[in-house]
């Protein structure tokens, strides 16, 4: 088989999934520390390396050295690998149950809204949807919100998200069921967005990597914006656009 397309599931979630149906994978010590920062239900700690994994709690983490030291059960090498055939470089791994939708989507449609939702129209690239969630985290986003197929909990989207999923509402929508708010298309094609204040309830609509917007989010639009760009470059990548517009937003440039 080619791998081509970073949707595809992989052998680890299968396994992580037979041992606990339904739970996140924490892939490594930093997705763990970041979600238990933000309140994940952590089931199962595993280690390689349990003295390591305390060193590096002490290092980067001194909040949770306890509850990782209660937490973590040194395994084999061996055994880690079995479950994840790319074991993290920390040798650490994780499971967490997922966070309530139904609780999600109140906090995703509760007014009034005090920072901006981030819609990706049918991402393709689990990547992007994890580096997009870690952005939304670090602004202080409502959530992120993505159409189309992708779910944003698959196990990819969540190792790159770094464990942030946990600390912003992240779901799958139909795109007719978006919460209310200013639609804000990003679209090289739009107004210049340096000249936009963009409104705190704002849901900020980016495209799918190789198709753009959808022509009904598109026509939907309130305001149709673009991120500045030299003439011949095309577009920016979806999580860099991403970044940009959450920093456009949270430097202040913000509607009265
Ligand atoms: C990789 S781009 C999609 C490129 C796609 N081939 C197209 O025709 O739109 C992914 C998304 O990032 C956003 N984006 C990229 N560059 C942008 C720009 N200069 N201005 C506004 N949005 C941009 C848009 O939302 C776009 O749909």
């Known amino acids: 088989m080619t791998r081509h397309d970073d949707s595809e599931t992989t052998a680890a979630p299968e396994r992580w999934a037979a041992l606990a149906p339904g739970a996140v994978l924490l892939d490594g010590f930093h997705a763990l520390k970041h979600a238990l920062r933000f309140g994940a239900p952590v089931s199962m700690a595993l280690t390689s390396d349990r003295a390591a994994a305390l060193e590096l709690a002490e290092d980067l983490a001194d909040d949770l050295t306890d509850r990782l030291a209660d937490l973590l059960v040194e395994v084999p090498a061996q055994t880690l690998r079995t479950l994840l055939p790319r074991v993290h470089p920390t040798g650490v791994a994780a499971l967490a149950g997922r966070p309530d939708r139904d609780a999600h989507l109140q906090a995703l449609a509760r007014r009034p809204r005090q920072a901006p939702i981030v819609v990706l129209d049918n991402p393709r690239n689990l990547g992007n949807v994890g580096a997009v969630v870690r952005l939304a985290a670090g602004f202080g986003a409502t959530g992120v919100i993505t159409t189309g197929t992708l779910d944003p909990w698959h196990p990819n989207a969540v190792r790159s998200g770094a464990g942030l999923h946990y600390a912003?509402?992240?779901?799958?929508?139909?795109?007719?069921?978006?919460?209310?708010?200013?639609?804000?298309?990003?679209?090289?094609?739009?107004?210049?967005?340096?000249?936009?204040?963009?409104?705190?309830?704002?849901?900020?609509?980016?495209?799918?990597?190789?198709?753009?917007?959808?022509?009904?989010?598109?026509?939907?639009?309130d305001r149709l914006v673009a991120l500045p760009m030299r003439p011949q470059v095309s577009s920016y990548n979806l999580a860099t656009s991403v970044a940009m517009a959450l920093f456009h937003w949270g430097s202040g440039a913000r509607a009265d």
């Open 168 to 221: 912003t509402a992240v779901e799958r929508l139909p795109a007719e069921d978006l919460p209310d708010g200013p639609l804000y298309v990003l679209d090289p094609e739009g107004e210049d967005i340096r000249a936009v204040a963009v409104p705190d309830d704002a849901l900020l609509v980016f495209g799918s990597e190789r198709h753009g917007v959808s022509a009904e989010l598109r026509g939907r639009a």
